[in-house]
Structures are given as structure tokens and as C-alpha cells.
Antibody, heavy 125, light 105 residues
Framework: QVQLVESGGGVVQPGTSLRLSCTAS????????MYWVRQAPGKGLEWVAV????????YYADSVEGRFIISRDNSKNRLYLQMNSLRPEDSGLYYC??????????????????WGQGTLVTVSS | DIQMTQSPSTLSASVGDRVTITCRAS??????VAWFQQNPGKAPKLLLY???TLDTGVPSRFSGSGSGTEFTLTISSLQPDDFATYYC?????????FGQGTKVE
């Protein structure tokens, strides 16, 4: 079965960096686009970033553009989120999610279907 | 950027009730809307995609409709497991804006 396990969260000070990881199993990782979605405590879901299955494109929410970098290693079945210049408003539970359909990109639109349980990031001085 | 405005933010209902949640897009988005259910402390679960297509294993009491700018999620007869928070999402290749959420209590 599809499993997504996030790691790397923690408590950090504003202005510092953190790298999240997501280890995938139970599917052919290299054929699915992957997402990061976050949720501040007691708040709603916020889409953060997407990377295509073949790494030909990445897109970011305006709130993280220029500070966060999404990447993947298809040989290790891993997704990453490098978070730089962290702000208190970046605090929350960060979910890794898998695309609904394989080999989807460009004109093929797809929503996240499988989600991990999240890793908690707290940015505080 | 496309905004998704979801209403109501909170909905009080009883088991057996018919429940409707609305999501409005700030510009036409064809049918590129998904609906998710989230229980406290759990990851979101995909219910519907392409506005009205039920995901595998989702009970048929859930349905979705709409296109363009207005979308609805309907639960035909609310069950105890359905008390949760629901989110709409507009998705395409380069973004995935969520609505603010509707808590069904």
C-alpha cells in the first residue's frame, strides 16, 4: 500500500533553515508528481509546492517563493523541502502528498490523493 | 491568483441531515475542484475530484456538482463518521488553492 513518511521537522529560530524529507513506498515513485501542503495549528490547509514526476517543473505558493525549494531523488524514493529564511508564520504541520494519477503534468491536472501524517515545524525565538 | 471562498465556515447538523457546502472560485476554473475530508489529528482524505467524480471507496452519500465558479459538496444523509472538516481545492499543474474549510459539527 502507498506509504508516505515525513521527517525533519523541529523547533528552529526565525531566519534559519530546515530540510524536510518524505520517504515513499508502495508505488512507483518516479511516475508521480509530489506535493508539500502545510497546516498551521488550528488553521486550514495551505498548498506549498509541487514537483513533477520527472523534475521538469516545480511551482511554489507566493508565500514561500524564493525561500523554499522542493526537490526529489527518484533513485531513493524521497521528496524534500528545503526551507530557508524561516518565519514564525511558516510554523505548522507539513504534509507530503502524492498525485492522484501517474505521469500527469502539463495539460494533465491532478489533485493530491495520498497523504503522509505530517512533520511539525515550529519557528520561534 | 485564483481564490476559493468556502461557506459556511461552521455547520451544525444532525445524523440523517442533508448537508451542503459551497465553494466559489474568483474566476472560472472549469471543473478542476477536489473535495477533502479531514478528521482531527488526521491527514486529509480525498473525497471527490473533477468536481463530481467520487474517489474509490468513498460512500455514495457524498456527491459534488458545479463548474465554472460555483461548486457544492452534498452529503445526502449525514452519518456519525461525517462530522469532520471539509475543504475544497482548485488544482492545476502549477497551484492548488484550498478553501478555508467547513467544520461540520
Amino acid at each position: 500500500q502507498v506509504q508516505l513518511v515525513e521527517s525533519g521537522g523541529g523547533v528552529v529560530q526565525p531566519g534559519t533553515s530546515l530540510r524536510l524529507s518524505c520517504t515513499a513506498s508502495g508505488f512507483i515513485f518516479r511516475t508521480y508528481a509530489m506535493y508539500w501542503v502545510r497546516q498551521a495549528p488550528g488553521k486550514g490547509l495551505e498548498w506549498v509546492a509541487v514537483i513533477s514526476y520527472d523534475r521538469t517543473y516545480e511551482y511554489y505558493a507566493d508565500s514561500v517563493e524564493g525561500r523554499f525549494i522542493i526537490s526529489r531523488d527518484n533513485s531513493k524514493n524521497r521528496l524534500y523541502l528545503q526551507m530557508n529564511s524561516l518565519r514564525p508564520e511558516d510554523s505548522g504541520l507539513y504534509y507530503c502528498a502524492r498525485d492522484h494519477w501517474a505521469n500527469c503534468g502539463g495539460d494533465c491536472y491532478s489533485s493530491p490523493k495520498y497523504w503522509g501524517q505530517g512533520t511539525l515545524v515550529t519557528v520561534s525565538s | 491568483d485564483i481564490q476559493m471562498t468556502q461557506s459556511p465556515s461552521t455547520l451544525s447538523a444532525s445524523v440523517g441531515d442533508r448537508v451542503t457546502i459551497t465553494c466559489r472560485a474568483s474566476q472560472p476554473i472549469d471543473k478542476w475542484v477536489a473535495w477533502f475530508q479531514q478528521n482531527p489529528g488526521k491527514a486529509p482524505k480525498l473525497l471527490l475530484y473533477r468536481a463530481s467524480t467520487l474517489d474509490t471507496g468513498v460512500p455514495s452519500r457524498f456527491s459534488g456538482s458545479g463548474s465554472g465558479t460555483e461548486f457544492t459538496l452534498t452529503i445526502s444523509s449525514l452519518q456519525p463518521d461525517d462530522f469532520a472538516t471539509y475543504y475544497c481545492q482548485h488544482y492545476n499543474t502549477y497551484s492548488g488553492t484550498f478553501g478555508q474549510g467547513t467544520k461540520v459539527e
